[in-house]
């Protein structure tokens, strides 16, 4: 396992602007890193990315013309995460997540992966969302060592996304580039916050009601009463 502290000039910590819109560099990535106890963050991640779907079925009626009933949501697609890295010689992206490859161990393909892994992502906040109201209920990012930052706590948004499999792996070595990256699509079994209770009564927002009986703070039209009156929310 590399030295991904200070002390290593690819793993200082720099600064990043703060400003209103998300940034590249306050998103953090942390994986089970090969040797390592618990989360570490990842070095040399060049992108990550995800994606997700489902099928939407319209339910129609005969003899009411051209006119949807109501879309019902089908099951939802497993997540797929795009990681991609800059390859290091002696650290490469299976050892990022956890697996004994490289100079860790035996691990060189795919077919060598005998357990899932989890990645933890933190979206930090810029310093600029410290006097926003619902700041302080974000978690505490995970900072490195050093001094206290006078201005505020750092917050983030926090999600793990639990038992993943690579389902892709490319490297490519090409004689007109000299940087050598590592690409890779990685399948998802769940995402959660990490903390909430997740189940059939989750508060997603949207409903016509809420859980103390009263009317629900924005919600479809379609529910207004009944479905075939619009009545002004």
């Given at each position: 396992?590399?030295?991904?502290?200070?002390?290593?000039?690819?793993?200082?910590?720099?600064?990043?602007?703060?400003?209103?819109?998300?940034?590249?560099?306050?998103?953090?990535?942390?994986?089970?890193?090969?040797?390592?106890?618990?989360?570490?963050?990842?070095?040399?991640?060049?992108?990550?990315?995800?994606?997700?779907?489902?099928?939407?079925?319209?339910?129609?009626?005969?003899?009411?013309?051209?006119?949807?009933?109501?879309?019902?949501?089908?099951?939802?697609?497993?997540?797929?995460?795009?990681?991609?890295?800059?390859?290091?010689?002696?650290?490469?992206?299976?050892?990022?997540?956890?697996?004994?490859?490289?100079?860790?161990?035996?691990?060189?393909?795919?077919?060598?992966?005998?357990?899932?892994?989890?990645?933890?992502?933190?979206?930090?906040?810029s310093e600029l969302e410290s006097k926003e109201p619902n700041y302080g209920a974000a978690v505490a990012a995970t900072v490195p060592s050093g001094p206290a930052n006078p201005i505020a706590t750092p917050?983030?948004?926090?999600?793990?996304?639990?038992?993943?499999?690579?389902?892709?792996?490319?490297?490519?070595?090409?004689?007109?580039?000299?940087?050598?990256?590592?690409?890779?699509?990685?399948?998802?079994?769940?995402?959660?916050?990490?903390?909430?209770?997740?189940?059939?009564?989750?508060?997603?927002?949207?409903?016509?009601?809420?859980?103390?009986?009263?009317?629900?703070?924005?919600?479809?039209?379609?529910?207004?009463?009944?479905?075939?009156?619009?009545?002004?929310?």
């Amino acid at each position: 396992m590399p030295n991904v502290t200070s002390s290593n000039y690819l793993y200082r910590m720099g600064t990043a602007p703060n400003t209103r819109a998300a940034l590249s560099e306050k998103n953090k990535i942390f994986g089970y890193t090969v040797g390592a106890k618990g989360f570490q963050q990842l070095g040399a991640i060049s992108e990550f990315g995800m994606d997700e779907s489902k099928s939407v079925d319209a339910v129609r009626g005969v003899g009411f013309g051209d006119q949807i009933a109501e879309l019902v949501p089908g099951v939802t697609e497993p997540m797929t995460l795009t990681l991609n890295k800059t390859l290091m010689y002696t650290f490469n992206l299976f050892q990022q997540v956890g697996y004994k490859g490289g100079v860790d161990g035996l691990v060189r393909s795919l077919k060598h992966h005998r357990w899932p892994f989890d990645i933890k992502q933190e979206l930090v906040f810029s310093e600029l969302e410290s006097k926003e109201p619902n700041y302080g209920a974000a978690v505490a990012a995970t900072v490195p060592s050093g001094p206290a930052n006078p201005i505020a706590t750092p917050r983030a948004l926090l999600t793990y996304f639990e038992g993943c499999w690579f389902n892709s792996y490319q490297v490519s070595f090409t004689s007109d580039t000299a940087m050598v990256s590592e690409s890779s699509s990685v399948t998802v079994t769940d995402i959660i916050d990490g903390q909430s209770q997740y189940g059939e009564y989750i508060d997603s927002g949207l409903a016509p009601v809420e859980a103390s009986g009263g009317a629900g703070k924005g919600y479809s039209i379609r529910f207004a009463n009944n479905s075939n009156q619009v009545v002004p929310l």
